[in-house]
């Protein structure tokens, strides 16, 4: 049962253009989620956060998007850069005695072409 | 200076044997983790400890066993090595338990052949 997803395994776009990720969650207790981006041969690193009283949060050049009733989320890069290459993984964690045990989804690959 | 470390990086067994994978976190974080990305890139939940102590088991053979000797380090072992057991092993720290984010080692790449 998979209750992370992130339908699009890859994604190109164009230097400075807007890049897309998305992510669809089908637990309607997750109330935090998390965007991580990994490098090949390094391990995930922690990109952006938002919680559910939110739908919207922006750090940068990056902003993440929540529509609860839809539970989809996804991540805006803009503008998007060649370093951004890399793949980036969405995920959802809940409170109570699941809170901490992150749920990811399988990762969208991000090539940003010069 | 490495905020979580794991090592070694690499590992290659022969099946039926014990191993272990070693991870420290010099971030002064309560809580550390083990996840395994499968060959399908999933990154999945193994134990999670908070303060030395267990408060995540997700279904795991039992050969699988967590061992914190103090709240910077987490270790795994693995008992009986077994072809399925070859994934990349990511451990990770976080503050607390509550679900914010986590700071992942580089990764183990188990090879068990």
């Known amino acids: 049962d998979q209750q992370v997803k992130q339908n699009s395994p890859s994604l190109s776009v164009q230097e400075g253009r807007i890049s897309i990720l998305n992510c669809d969650y089908t637990?309607?207790?997750?109330?935090?989620f998390l965007w991580y981006k990994k490098y090949p041969a390094e391990g995930p690193t922690f990109l952006i956060s938002i919680s559910s009283i939110k739908d919207k949060n922006e750090d940068g050049r990056f902003t993440v998007f929540l529509n609860k009733s839809a539970k989809h989320l996804s991540l805006h890069i803009v503008p998007s850069q060649p370093g951004d290459s890399a793949v980036y993984f969405c995920a959802a964690s809940s409170g109570g005695t699941n809170a901490g045990k992150s749920t990811f989804g399988d990762g969208t690959t991000l090539t940003v072409k010069p | 200076d490495t905020a979580v470390s794991q090592t070694p990086k690499y590992l290659v067994t022969q099946m039926g044997n014990d191993k272990s994978i070693k991870c420290e976190q010099n971030l002064g974080h309560d809580t550390m983790y083990w996840y395994k990305q499968d060959s399908k890139k999933f990154l999945k939940i193994m134990f999670s400890y908070n303060n030395k102590e267990l408060i995540i088991n997700e279904t795991v053979p039992n050969r699988f066993s967590p061992k914190s000797p103090d709240k910077a380090h987490l270790n795994l072992h693995i008992n009986s090595l077994e072809l399925g057991d070859s994934a990349v092993y990511f451990c990770?720290?976080?503050?607390?338990?509550?679900?914010?984010?986590?700071?992942f080692g580089q990764g183990t790449r188990l090879t068990v052949v």
């Open positions: 637990n309607s207790m997750f109330d935090y």
């Open positions: 990770a720290s976080s503050q607390d338990y509550t679900g914010t984010e986590a700071f």
